[in-house]
C-alpha cells in the first residue's frame, strides 16, 4: 500500500539547534501500560480490580490491597517470546525475539484485629504495598522490506536539504546526511528518484529494528477494610522508564545497472531514552454480599521527566556519481556523521485511566471478575521549555489529531479445587488511533493458569498470548499543517506490523 504525503520540513525550520526526535509514536509507546504483573492477574486477562489481595491489584486498583489478611512476600520472572510479522509492498517478513526479566516483586505487610478487637473496630485491617510492577516491556526486535517503484527514502532527506540547508544542527539531520552522502546535488533533488525511478526503475526497501527497555512502577500501597464491606486504598507511585532501540533503514537499486550514480544506502538511528515520573491511584471494592464485589478507581496521569539522546550515521555507495559533480574524493562508498550526539530533556503527561470492576463469587469453587478501563490517549501531552513553545504546541496538536481513547475489556475466571486453581483469561482494547481503518492498533489477548496454595507457600504459573496489528509509514516522514512552506507530494509505503506475543510467568510467594 503506498500512500502520498505532503511533506514539509517544518520540524527542522521550527526546531533550529535543538533535538526534537519525540513523535506519536514515542507518546502511545510510554502511554500503554498493563497492571497485571503477577501470575494470577495474567492468567485472569489482566483483570484485578475487585477480587483483591493480588499485589498486581497495586496498579489496578488499590483497594485490594485491603482484601489481605496476612502478610506475604513475592516475585515472577517472566519469559517473553515475541514474534513479529511484516507486511511491505506485498513482500512478507517475520522475525523472533525471546527475552527473560522479573515482572514483580513485591512485600506486604498486614495487621488484622482478632478476637474482641475485630468485633468492636470498624477498620478490620491495614496493609501497606511496597515493591514493583513491570507495566510495560520494550524488548523487541523487527523486520520488514519490500520493492518500490515510486519513491525512495531519499526525497525526504533531499526535502529535507531543501528546506532547512545541510547544516548538522538540524535534528534528525536528513539534510545534512543526504548532501554529504552525496545523496542530493546542488539543487537537493533526490538521486535515486532523478536516475532510478524516474526512469522506470525501483529499489528495495527494508526497516530493521532491535529495542530493550521497560517501565517498571514502584509502589508504595495503603488500604484497609472497613467493617467487611468496603475496602478502600490508595498508592503513590514511581516510575522508572528506559528506551534504547537502534533502527536501520537499508535502500538499494534493484536494476542491476551500475551507472546510474546509486548502489545502495544504510541508515541508522540511534536513541536512548531514560525517565523518571510519579503518579497517583485511588480504589475502592464494596462487597454487595458473599457473591459479588464491585471495584472502581482512578489513576492520574503520569507525569515524567525525560532525558533523550539521539545520533545518527549513513554509508551510501553512489556508483561514479561524486566523480560525475567533481569531487575530490571519488571513492563511491562514503560515511557520514554528525560531529556530535544531541542531547534533549523534556517533560510528557500520560493519560489518565479509570477502572470499574465486578467478581462474582461461585462459592468455594471459584470466580469470575472483570474489568472494564477507559484511557484517554488524547489527553496525552509533551512539555517542552518556554523558549519552545511553538514547537510544544505542534506536537501536541499532532497528538490530539491522531488518537482518541480506548475502550478495554478484560475477562477471567478462575475454578477451585482443595489448595489448586486452574484459571483462564481474555482482554481486548480498542485502538488508540483516530484513523483506526488506516493504523489499526486494537489489542487481544488470551491466557490461562494454574496455582497451589500450600501452606504458606504460594506458586502461580500462568501463559499469555497477545496480538496487535498496527500500520507505520516505511520510512521517516516530515509533516506539518504550514501552506507556507510548500509542498512536496511523496507517496510513501504502509507497512503492517503484527506482533504475535507470548509470556510465561511464574509467581512463587510466602505468607507470613
Known amino acids: 500500500m503506498l500512500k502520498y504525503i505532503n511533506v514539509f520540513a517544518a520540524m527542522g525550520v521550527l526546531l533550529s539547534g535543538t533535538s526534537f526526535a519525540q513523535n506519536e509514536t514515542d507518546a502511545l509507546r510510554y502511554g500503554q ?28 486498583n488499590p483497594a485490594g490491597i485491603g482484601v489481605y489478611r496476612s502478610s506475604e512476600i513475592m516475585v515472577t520472572p517472566v519469559l517473553r517470546l515475541n514474534n513479529m510479522s511484516g507486511s511491505y509492498l506485498g513482500t512478507e517478513n517475520t522475525e523472533d525475539n525471546t527475552r527473560f526479566n522479573i515482572g514483580n516483586f513485591g512485600l506486604v505487610f498486614n495487621t488484622t484485629a482478632k478476637g474482641e478487637n475485630y468485633q468492636k473496630k470498624d477498620w478490620k485491617s491495614f496493609s501497606v504495598g511496597l515493591g514493583f510492577n513491570r507495566i510495560a516491556d520494550f524488548h523487541s526486535a ?22 532547512n540547508g545541510v547544516g548538522q544542527e538540524w535534528v534528525p539531520p536528513y ?3 543526504a548532501y554529504y552522502g552525496y545523496l542530493t546535488d546542488d539543487y537537493y533533488a533526490s538521486v535515486p528518484y532523478d536516475y532510478i525511478i524516474k526512469n522506470g ?11 530493550k527497555g521497560g517501565i517498571n512502577e514502584w509502589t508504595i500501597s495503603f488500604g484497609g477494610n472497613y467493617r467487611e464491606k468496603l475496602m478502600l486504598g490508595a498508592g503513590l507511585n514511581i516510575t522508572n522508564y528506559k528506551f534504547d532501540r537502534t533502527t536501520t533503514y537499508f535502500e ?11 548502489e545502495n544506502l544504510t541508515y ?28 472502581a478507581a482512578f489513576h492520574t496521569p503520569t507525569w515524567i521527566s525525560f532525558n533523550e539522546v539521539s545520533d545518527y550515521d549513513m554509508t551510501t555507495n553512489t556508483e561514479n556519481f561524486k566523480s560525475a559533480v567533481g569531487a575530490t574524493d571519488i571513492n563511491p562508498i562514503t560515511f557520514v556523521q554528525p560531529e556530535n550526539a544531541y542531547a534533549f530533556d523534556y517533560a510528557f503527561r500520560t493519560p489518565w485511566k479509570a477502572v470499574l470492576s465486578a467478581t462474582g463469587f461461585l462459592g468455594k469453587h471459584g470466580f469470575i471478575t472483570a474489568d472494564y478501563e477507559y484511557a484517554a490517549y488524547n489527553s496525552m501531552r509533551y512539555n517542552y521549555n518556554r523558549e519552545f513553545a511553538l514547537q510544544e504546541r505542534s506536537i501536541n496538536d499532532a497528538l490530539k489529531n491522531t488518537y482518541k481513547a480506548t475502550h ?3 475477562l477471567g475466571i478462575e475454578g477451585k479445587m482443595d489448595k ?6 481474555f482482554s481486548y482494547s480498542t485502538s488508540p488511533f483516530k484513523d483506526a481503518e488506516l493504523f489499526n492498533g486494537q489489542q487481544m489477548g488470551f491466557s490461562a493458569g494454574v496455582g497451589a496454595r500450600l501452606g504458606s507457600l504460594f506458586i502461580d504459573l500462568a501463559y499469555v498470548y497477545l496480538t496487535q496489528k498496527i500500520s507505520e509509514f516505511g520510512y521517516p516522514i516530515l509533516v506539518a499543517d504550514d501552506p507556507g512552506l510548500g509542498v512536496r507530494k511523496i507517496p510513501v509505503g504502509i507497512a503492517d506490523v503484527r506482533y504475535n506475543n507470548s509470556l510465561i510467568a511464574l509467581t512463587v510467594g510466602f505468607k507470613f
Open 252 to 262: 538499494e537499486d534493484a536494476t542491476g545497472n551500475k551507472n546510474n550514480y546509486f
Open 408 to 410: 478495554s475489556l478484560r
Open 201 to 211: 526503475g525501483s529499489v528495495n526497501q527494508s526497516k530493521y529494528w532491535k529495542s
Open 268 to 295: 541508522n538511528e540511534y536513541l536512548s531514552i531514560t525517565g523518571i515520573g510519579i503518579n497517583a491511584k485511588l480504589g475502592a471494592i464494596y462487597v454487595v454480599n458473599d457473591n459479588l464485589r464491585l471495584g
Open 175 to 177: 539534510g545534512f546526511l
Open 33 to 60: 501500560t498493563s497492571g497485571a504483573a503477577t501470575a494470577r492477574a495474567l492468567s485472569l486477562g489482566g483483570a484485578g480490580g475487585s477480587y483483591g489481595a493480588d499485589f498486581s491489584s497495586l496498579s489496578i
Open 420 to 425: 489448586f486453581m486452574g484459571r483462564l483469561g
Open 142 to 163: 523487527g523486520f520488514y522490506g519490500g520493492n518500490n517503484t515510486e519513491s525512495s527514502i531519499s526525497e525526504v532527506f533531499a526535502a529535507d536539504a531543501a528546506y
